[in-house]
């Protein structure tokens, strides 16, 4: 596990419940897609609220996707 | 059962907030551990030191001071520039949890809170603190500070007990004990011209200051004295104030050099002036009065203020007033700080008209509203007054809102 932070295209589900399920996302040209959701939850550090989704990709690779409700961005946190 | 009071303190508010977001950002320092300060810009003349960690407080560098002289108490020291859009987020976002414990808050400063509970017992209101730091640190990522009393002094002086990510009680019999054997200089409203003055009078402690004859503070240091001789009793009239509406609206800068001329320091109150009075019209308010603040090289500080015949939010009335109060005010001095603000403030749909305006002032209002919207479309510079043109001057001076946290207050 690394730390990335950065600004990546994500496609993802908004549910009428107003739950978000991102779906795949792109890094260096690549197309990853998210098999399963382990975890989600809210962080609000320093008032900053950003949705952490913690995916699992090819049952090993696990990656921690959020996204940030202020500037409406998604970043890849962690791959 | 009576009130009472919490003080919500962050702990080096400024450090923690920008510490806690580098670490959302996955910047993998931990600035709380090194020594650090957050600082301004020196390049622009505003180095002075805004936050410490606590190592960096073992260095014996201290808030106000500048970064030369922080430098060289310790060559290793990490400066990091300040980030307001962090601080007023983390500042807001903190008010609103502080809300779910209690209605009334009373925001101090951008980094203090006064909370009021009623019907509740001393006990509770010691686990409630403890809940409510745990909650902050948890939910927020940076610690504070909880200090609890009957009053909002002693609260406050209980929070200054221990830092950091603490709670602290000093109810009214604890202050012989908690209060008393502190230095005089950390009672509340006794600063660094006080101290001097009560030092030659022998007080060194809080508790000799309570001990002291009261007609000799009294006569001495006039109602000032006064106040700090119940301060050091712990006693404590103020009210707790839940909404505060807006008194005044005002920006002041340090300026990148020293202004020589009058032409350049009017070119600087305008730029000044286009801020405050955008903000003015933002809150849908009325001025009456207009003052104007000069800090000279030697920081020597004087402020003058003017009351106009009719109420105005046109920037053109504050800009020309402001103008005429500083060629009143000035002394040739080269300038280094120049503040606009406007207080006397009402808050109305309607105006009334008066025969005191002249028609150019009229039709600018209409152009100020145009202005602003321009502005609020394609942004703050999308749309400047020509002196502002080809000059590396700012066309709207004073981003930072800075009284609308009552920093330097003296008035609990």
């Known amino acids: ?79 | 059962m009576g009130q009472i009071i919490m003080h919500i303190d962050v702990n080096s508010a400024f450090l923690s907030w920008t510490a806690a977001y580098e670490k959302q950002m996955g910047i993998e320092r931990d600035i709380r551990t090194v020594p650090a300060v957050i600082g301004g810009n020196e390049q622009s003349r505003h180095g002075i030191v805004l936050a410490k960690s606590t190592p960096a407080k073992k260095f014996k560098i201290q808030t106000g001071m500048s970064l030369m002289e922080a430098r060289q108490m310790c060559p290793d020291l990490l400066v990091i520039p300040p980030d307001y859009n962090i601080y007023v987020r983390a500042s807001k976002a903190l008010r609103e949890y502080l809300k779910k414990y209690t209605p009334d808050v009373e925001v101090f400063s951008i980094d203090e809170c006064f909370l009021r509970f009623t019907d509740i017992n001393r006990d509770q209101a010691v686990k409630l603190a403890y809940k409510i730091k745990d909650g902050v640190r948890d939910k927020f990522g940076y610690t504070v500070n909880i200090g609890i009393s009957e009053n909002k002094l002693l609260a406050k002086q209980a929070g200054d007990l221990e830092k950091p990510d603490k709670c602290h009680t000093m109810f009214i019999e604890e202050i012989k004990e908690k209060l008393w054997p502190l230095p005089v200089e950390e009672l509340f409203m006794v600063g660094r011209r006080t101290r001097p003055k009560l030092n030659r009078w022998g007080i060194y402690t809080i508790g000799e200051l309570a001990n002291a004859d009261y007609k000799l503070i009294a006569a001495m240091l006039k109602s000032h004295g006064r106040l700090i001789y119940n301060y050091a009793w712990g006693r404590d009239i103020s009210i707790f104030k839940e909404k505060d509406p807006i008194k005044s609206v005002g920006n002041s800068s340090t300026l990148k050099f020293d202004i020589t001329d009058r032409e350049t320091a009017h070119v600087v109150l305008l730029s000044l002036t286009e801020m405050t009075a955008w903000r003015l019209r933002e809150a849908g308010m009325y001025c009456r009065v207009v003052s104007i603040s000069i800090k000279d090289k030697d920081f020597g500080f004087k402020i003058k203020q003017r009351k106009i015949m009719y109420f105005t939010d046109c920037t053109r009335d504050i800009y020309l007033n402001a103008c005429s109060l500083f060629d009143e005010l000035w002394d040739n001095k080269p300038v280094r700080a120049l503040g606009v603000h406007v207080s006397d403030l009402e808050f109305s749909r309607f105006k009334q008209i008066n025969f005191f305006q002249d028609e150019l002032s009229l039709k600018n209002e209409i152009l100020d509203k145009t202005v602003d919207e321009v502005r609020a479309k394609y942004g703050d510079n999308s749309i400047i007054r020509g002196v502002f043109a080809n000059t590396d001057l700012k066309p709207v001076l004073g981003g930072y809102p800075d009284d609308e946290y009552p920093g330097m207050t003296s008035i609990l």
């Open chain 1, 1 to 79: 596990m690394k730390i990335i932070n950065e600004p990546i295209k994500v496609m993802a589900v908004f549910n009428t419940d107003g739950k978000i399920e991102p779906v795949k996302f792109r890094i260096d040209d690549k197309v990853v897609r998210i098999e399963k959701i382990m975890k989600t939850y809210e962080e609000n550090i320093v008032g900053n609220t950003r949705i952490v989704f913690v995916c699992l990709h090819k049952g090993k690779d696990i990656f921690e996707l959020k996204y940030e409700l202020d500037t409406k961005t998604w970043y890849l946190f962690k791959k």
